[in-house]
């Protein structure tokens, strides 16, 4: 079973707030993704890690932050947060293999709310 | 860039019936997925797909790998209540930093 842990669950917050989202995996897994959904709709790819030290921008533009320093721990920021910015925020790992695609593994999300 | 298509977009059945959902693409993918996503939670894992014509099987869920490699296929046989939530298919290719691209969703909701 896949243990990755997102907090917090739930987050409402006044415009122009810093705000970090948190992820960590107990897995060891080198990869690590932050997505972007809105409630029913398909999930979009915003931010990925390869490893420490390692992140890139995902398909879909977006005006948060991330890092990775340590392997199991992949926070998600956000410098002024706006309305915009309202949306529900997963974070998945998976392992690296050299062949195959290994399936990700997602946490239960943040929701936030901005107001 | 890529888009996945599924359908049907929502579907209502009844509880013991058989349910087929289908993704399609206009690109290639070399690895599917399908997961179910619960409200209030994130998605779970239900079958990984890694061959072209590959069947495989989890339990009451079934999906196919197609032969043109852009498109699956998940049924479901025998419906349960708990069965209702959200399912996606999601493609990938090797070389991506496994990025996934997810479909639509197919929203399912069973009644008794």
Redesign the interface.
């Known amino acids: 079973e896949a243990d990755i842990y997102q907090t917090p669950r739930y987050l409402v917050i006044g415009t122009g707030k810093k705000i970090t989202l948190e992820c960590s995996q107990t897995m060891g897994h080198d990869k690590m993704y932050w997505y972007q959904q809105d409630p029913g709709m398909e999930l979009h790819l915003i931010h990925y890690s390869y490893g420490v030290n390692s992140t890139e921008k995902g398909d879909l533009s977006s005006e948060s932050t991330v890092s990775r320093i340590r392997t199991e721990h992949f926070p998600l920021t956000l410098e002024s947060a706006r309305p915009s910015h309202t949306s529900q925020y997963l974070c998945a790992s998976s392992e690296q293999h050299r062949e195959t695609n290994q399936p990700q593994h997602f946490g239960d999300g943040t929701r936030l709310s901005i107001l | 860039?890529q888009q996945?298509n599924q359908s049907p977009q929502s579907m209502f059945i009844q509880e013991g019936e058989d349910v087929s959902m289908n993704c399609t693409s206009s690109s290639i993918f070399?690895?599917w997925?399908w997961?179910k996503q619960d409200p209030?939670?994130?998605?779970?894992?239900l079958i990984?797909l890694?061959k072209a014509g590959e069947l495989t099987s989890n339990g009451r869920l079934t999906a196919q790998f197609g032969i043109t490699r852009k498109d699956s296929f998940l049924n479901i046989s025998a419906s349960i209540p708990s069965d209702v939530g959200?399912y996606?298919c999601a493609g990938?290719?090797?070389g991506t930093?496994?990025?996934?691209?997810?479909?639509?969703?197919t929203?399912l909701q069973v009644t008794l």
């Open positions: 860039g996945l070399n690895t997925l997961y209030g939670e994130g998605p779970v894992l990984a890694y959200i996606f990938a290719n090797t930093a496994s990025k996934l691209t997810f479909g639509t969703g929203r």
